[in-house]
């Protein structure tokens, strides 16, 4: 079956514009979570969803960044008036979604953002 | 607030050999997960653990989970090429919050 898929899979765009990343998780997955990872590093994490409901959004750097996921499925990250700091691979993974404990994360192939 | 450390960085060894890199966390965790990330790929899942002391094996690959829930390592025997990438341990909060190590690079020369 299909896996997590964002798109675009990069993206460039000049320091000030607004820049809008999408995760479409696996078919039937409930839990949607969102990671920075920068490179030689590991994923730091920035907010996860159950269902449509945003569980946790104390990762995310500043108000610049927010994250949606109206209808439980697709997600969308949005950078507000990017910064070059903000250049990183973005990335995406899913889970079902039925622990505690937490269980398998599957990751996309990520967004990578190039703020000049 | 809450980290998580993985060493050593980098690893190299001779097709054969054995490798192991440690992550320790600074507070308790609910549970720990290892994936594995080649190079220019994503994060792939290996393994989860849960309970203290666990261990767990997959083929070459033997995972623990310490008694204080606190420490985790990889072993993995006999190491191939096909081991290559990097390896990370992200352990949860209980809260379904990882904190990923900064990961453990191996390179196996053949």
């Known amino acids: 079956g299909a896996g997590v898929s964002q798109s675009p899979r990069y993206k460039v765009t000049k320091r000030g514009q607004d820049v809008a990343l999408r995760c479409d998780p696996i078919s039937g997955h409930v839990s949607l979570y969102w990671y920075r990872q920068a490179l030689g590093q590991g994923p730091e994490f920035l907010t996860y969803f159950n269902y449509e409901a945003q569980q946790d959004k104390s990762g995310l750097p500043n108000d610049r960044f927010s994250a949606e996921r109206p209808e439980g499925s697709i997600s969308t990250l949005t950078i507000q008036r990017t910064e070059q700091r903000d250049s990183a691979m973005y990335r995406c993974?899913?889970?079902?979604?039925?622990?505690?404990?937490?269980?398998?994360?599957?990751f996309g192939p990520g967004t990578r953002l190039t703020v000049l | 607030g809450q980290q998580v450390m993985q060493i050593p960085q980098y690893q190299h060894v001779q097709e054969g050999e054995d490798f192991t890199t440690y992550c320790n966390s600074s507070?308790?965790?609910?549970?720990i997960q290892w994936y594995k990330q080649r190079p220019g790929g994503h994060p792939v899942f290996l393994i989860q653990?849960?309970?203290?002391?666990e261990v767990k094996k997959q083929k070459r690959l033997t995972f623990q989970f310490g008694e204080a829930k606190k420490n985790s390592s990889l072993h993995i025997t006999a190491t191939q090429t096909t081991d290559v990438g990097t390896y990370f341990c992200a352990g949860d909060d209980n809260f379904n919050k990882f904190y990923f190590g900064s990961g453990t690079k191996l390179n196996v020369k053949p």
């Open positions: 993974a899913s889970s079902l979604g039925r622990g505690p404990p937490a269980d398998t994360q599957y």
């Open positions: 507070t308790t965790l609910s549970n």
């Open positions: 653990l849960v309970k203290s002391g």
